[in-house]
């Protein structure tokens, strides 16, 4: 028996216009930059018109990516509600995979721009064991404070009575034919832009760190601090990554992509001492990435920020396996290391539109 779990950053699935460009120029869109509107009525007109015009294609190519993925069990992050949930199953997933996700779990929780974890779940696997959503639990009321979490090096980005997570960790235990195991979903704060000469990774990391830290002590705190031999999957966007590949060089001289390792971050607080198995690893490090990052030719390089690491318990009847990174809804600007280029969806632009810009994550595990 087996159980295909897969993650992936929707980029942004929302049910909603955002108006606010009208009065604050940082967030408008470029195209809507290009042309003088004479009132805010005007804007609103254009704004709902671009982006109707652009969602339809955004969203047939998540369809896709998440159609290829092909999971039993999809973790999402960037969701803005159930009903939006629903109205895309039914607009587009729908229309590729037929009546695949009956269950759908989605807490609004913590995030200030209101995109929110969720999970899709089939009524059966793809070799037929039925699947139950036995519990959901959210820990987005959790404080640092009462998880001893506050350190020193988050002064100044936190307090100690702040929520930890600043989206949530949803905690959902489901059954798989007679095993049962539990998936925690996550999507860490985002690196953000340079402070005070201090780049955007580096002055945010405490947050991140935290952000793990509370994971792990949820776990420990339940199955014990080696696991306690149970079967758990976190899976998500970390906004984190302890290795990327740094591209240099130029179109007409080609381009070079260097391995380079990271100083330690949210990942590693998970997968040391072996308390989880981040599964990419598996794959050769050239071809590791879910993303691809640029401000520029002069800062490029493609990471892997999203993951499904995995317990020992998940692993170890599942050691020949190896995820599955799909990159067709990439746009074109993305650069790829030679021999990785896929054939993209139809439609895809070359920055826009794609179906996100992340990558989708999937791995199928033996459940023995």
């Known amino acids: 028996m087996t159980v295909r779990i897969a993650t992936f950053n929707a980029e942004n699935l929302l049910s909603r216009f955002d108006f606010s460009g009208f009065r604050n120029e940082l967030r408008q869109d470029r195209v809507s930059q290009l042309y003088d509107f004479a009132s805010e009525a005007q804007y609103r007109q254009a704004e709902i018109a671009r982006a109707v015009s652009l969602t339809d294609d955004t969203r047939q190519l998540t369809a896709l990516a998440i159609a290829e993925a092909d999971a039993d069990i999809l973790c999402l992050q960037e969701v803005e509600n159930l009903d939006t949930l629903h109205r895309f199953e039914y607009g587009y997933l729908f229309k590729m995979i037929g009546d695949g996700y009956r269950h759908k779990v989605l807490i609004e929780a913590n995030d200030s721009r209101g995109i929110n974890l969720a999970m899709?779940?089939?009524?059966?696997?793809?070799?037929?064991?039925?699947?139950?959503?036995?519990?959901?639990?959210?820990?987005?009321?959790?404080?640092?404070?009462?998880?001893?979490?506050?350190?020193?090096?988050?002064?100044?980005?936190?307090?100690?009575?702040?929520?930890v997570f600043k989206r949530d960790c949803l905690?959902?235990?489901?059954?798989?034919?007679?095993?049962?195991?539990?998936?925690?979903?996550?999507?860490?704060?985002?690196m953000g832009s340079s402070r005070d000469g201090i780049d955007g990774r580096t002055w945010t990391m405490p947050v991140r760190i935290a952000e793990?830290?509370?994971?792990?002590?949820?776990?420990?705190?339940?199955?014990?601090?080696?696991?306690?031999?149970?079967?758990?999957?976190?899976?998500?966007?970390?906004?984190?990554?302890?290795?990327?590949?740094?591209?240099?060089?130029?179109?007409?001289?080609?381009?070079?992509?260097?391995?380079?390792?990271?100083?330690d971050g949210a990942v590693r607080v998970l997968t040391a001492d072996g308390f989880a198995e981040n599964v990419v690893m598996?794959?050769?490090?050239?071809?590791?990435?879910?993303?691809?990052?640029?401000?520029?030719?002069?800062?490029?390089?493609?990471?892997?920020?999203?993951?499904?690491?995995?317990?020992?318990?998940?692993?170890?009847?599942?050691?020949?396996?190896?995820?599955d990174i799909i990159r067709a809804g990439q746009p074109w600007r993305t650069l790829f290391p030679d021999?990785?280029?896929?054939?993209?969806?139809?439609?895809?632009?070359?920055?826009?539109?794609?179906?996100?810009?992340?990558?989708?994550?999937?791995?199928?595990?033996?459940?023995?």
């Open 212 to 263: 793990a830290r509370a994971v792990r002590k949820l776990i420990t705190k339940r199955f014990g601090p080696d696991g306690g031999g149970k079967r758990y999957v976190i899976a998500g966007d970390f906004n984190d990554y302890s290795e990327k590949l740094v591209i240099t060089g130029d179109r007409r001289n080609g381009y070079q992509f260097t391995p380079e390792d990271a100083e």
């Open 171 to 190: 905690e959902v235990d489901v059954q798989v034919g007679t095993r049962r195991l539990t998936i925690y979903v996550v999507h860490f704060k985002s």
């Open 282 to 323: 598996r794959r050769p490090v050239m071809d590791r990435w879910t993303l691809y990052h640029t401000r520029g030719p002069q800062e490029r390089h493609l990471c892997q920020l999203d993951y499904l690491l995995a317990s020992p318990a998940m692993t170890r009847t599942s050691r020949d396996r190896l995820p």
């Open 120 to 163: 899709l779940v089939r009524e059966e696997t793809l070799d037929g064991a039925r699947i139950e959503v036995l519990d959901v639990t959210s820990h987005a009321h959790q404080t640092y404070e009462a998880l001893g979490l506050y350190t020193p090096d988050l002064a100044g980005l936190a307090q100690p009575h702040d929520k």
């Open 339 to 368: 021999g990785q280029d896929v054939e993209r969806y139809p439609r895809t632009g070359w920055d826009r539109p794609k179906a996100s810009d992340h990558c989708p994550v999937a791995m199928t595990f033996d459940l023995v």
